[in-house]
């Protein structure tokens, strides 16, 4: 069973950074798009960055400028580096690969188990 594995959440005062990772053992890594979501208290789940299996990045218009996704196709891994951080970036963050070369073995999308981001001074 094959399970995305998120590191880098934690604490951060208002207009501070982390960076979070995703690493994804056991998966065509390049044949996946690979995305990050957020799930603040109370609200649905939200797309935050997608960066597709060829390295196309998109954000959702509340991250833009602040937040830049990455991928190793190497290391099996998407990063997320978030700057300038508010607190209604307050949230779980989830690792999702969804595939896109359908003849790869695999299955076909996978999660993480989340991360906690908190912003507050």
């Known amino acids: 069973q094959v399970q995305l594995v998120e590191s880098g959440g934690g604490l951060v005062q208002p207009g501070g950074s982390l960076r979070l990772s995703c690493a994804a053992p056991?998966?065509?890594?390049?044949?996946?798009?690979t995305a990050w979501y957020r799930q603040a208290p109370g609200k649905q789940r939200e797309l935050v960055a997608r960066?597709?299996?060829?390295?196309?990045?998109n954000y959702a218009d509340s991250v833009k400028g602040r937040f830049t996704i990455s991928r190793d196709n190497a290391k099996n891994t998407v990063y997320l580096q978030m700057s300038a951080l508010r607190p209604v970036d307050t949230a779980i963050y989830y690792c999702?690969?969804?595939?896109?070369?359908?003849?790869?073995?695999?299955?076909?999308?996978?999660w993480g188990q989340g991360t906690q981001i908190t912003v507050s001074s």
């Open positions: 999702n690969a969804d595939k896109v070369v359908l003849s790869a073995p695999g299955g076909q999308n996978y």
């Open positions: 960066i597709t299996n060829d390295g196309k990045p």
């Open positions: 056991g998966i065509i890594f390049n044949a996946y798009n």
